[in-house]
């Protein structure tokens, strides 16, 4: 609001636009992970939650002014919900992607060690608000670029756990394809 220009009536819209992306987003995500895994779905929430900073950081460049850039600033609203902050991205993509990943008689532990990992993100946001507080927006966007990219390059370095899940279950060349008959 204060650097585009923006008016804060736009706040309710940008909900509103929160609100949609994120139910949307767990509609359409689910659906993919249904028939592609989550593999898929970590990358494209990653991808959407790095397009939003992107779109942030070149909407002011375009020139835009009243409703335009209201309307525009919204779409970077609905690749954030839609992406990264949208319970399909956390419980669909990444909970999912260790549900699969493990036996389940491992899946307590693996799940509870991949939350406690991932606590510290809780303080993203209150270091997002320190950060803006001592430089700009344009610093906070790129920052959480940068951070999103080596996050997509990581990604890419992600099995897909049905296809490793599908590989064992045929298994190895080495290993029989049926068990050994059980003695009398």
């Keep these: 609001t204060t650097e585009l220009g923006i008016p804060t009536s736009a706040a309710g819209f940008y909900m509103a636009t929160q609100m ?15 028939r592609m895994g989550s593999r898929l779905i970590i990358r494209a929430t990653i991808t959407l939650s790095l ?16 409703l335009a ?31 699969d990943h493990c036996q389940p008689e491992q899946r307590p532990f ?8 991932t ?34 390059v990581l990604s890419w370095r992600l099995p897909e756990p049905r296809r490793c899940a599908t590989e064992s279950a045929i298994g190895a060349p080495d290993e029989p394809l049926v068990p050994p008959p059980v003695g009398d």
Excluded: K, W
């Excluded at 397009?51 to 009243?66: E, M, Q, S």
């Excluded at 209201?70 to 549900?99: D, R």
């Excluded at 303080?123 to 996050?151: D, E, K, S, W």
């Design 69 to 99: 850039l209201e309307v525009a600033f919204g779409a970077v609203f609905l690749m954030a919900a839609f992406g990264g902050t949208s319970a399909a991205a956390v419980f669909i993509g990444y909970s999912n992607f260790v549900i």
């Design 51 to 66: 397009l939003a900073p992107l779109v942030a950081l070149l909407i002011p460049l375009a020139g835009l002014n009243g």
């Design 20 to 34: 949609v992306s994120s139910a949307l987003g767990s509609l359409i995500l689910g659906h993919v992970y249904d």
């Design 119 to 152: 606590g510290p993100t809780a303080l993203a946001a209150t270091l997002g608000g320190v950060l803006l507080q001592r430089t700009n927006y344009q610093t906070l966007f790129l920052l959480t670029a940068a951070i999103l990219c080596v996050a997509q």
């Design 110 to 117: 693996y799940l509870g060690l991949s939350s406690t990992l």
